[in-house]
């Protein structure tokens, strides 16, 4: 079993940045690839970056390539999401999820959700 929770949404501007982290615990979190997906009012929730198990390759979404970063602290067992130049459409809540697989952005292939944090983008 593995418990996940998000902190650091908010109301940021465009162009802003700000940084969600993802506490994780459970005794064999280093064993699940942990991901961030997010939900937008009236759409599907869609992936954005995965760190996975093992090495913690990253993979990102072609939309927020090049302005987020994740990045995963195995010590403390914590995944954070840095997302920089936040445009409007950014606008979402945000989860933390984790799967036993290596590698997948489906999000029915996720075995454990966070309860999601809110980021609001003000143009």
């Known amino acids: 079993q593995v418990q996940l929770v998000e902190s650091g949404g908010g109301l940021v501007q465009a162009g802003g940045s700000v940084r969600l982290s993802c506490a994780a615990s459970?005794?064999?979190?280093?064993?699940?690839?942990i991901s961030w997906f997010r939900q937008a009012p009236g759409k599907e929730r869609e992936f954005v970056a995965t760190?996975?198990?093992?090495?913690?390759?990253?993979y990102y979404a072609d939309a927020v390539k090049g302005r987020f970063i994740i990045s995963r602290d195995n010590a403390k067992n914590t995944v954070d999401l840095q997302m920089n130049s936040l445009k409007p459409e950014d606008t979402a809540v945000y989860y933390c999820?984790?799967?036993?697989?290596?590698?997948?952005?489906?999000?029915?292939?996720?075995?454990?959700w966070g309860k999601g944090t809110l980021v609001t983008v003000s143009s």
């Open positions: 999820s984790a799967t036993g697989q290596y590698y997948t952005r489906s999000s029915t292939d996720m075995e454990y």
């Open positions: 459970g005794p064999t979190v280093s064993l699940y690839s």
């Open positions: 760190s996975t198990r093992g090495v913690g390759v990253k």
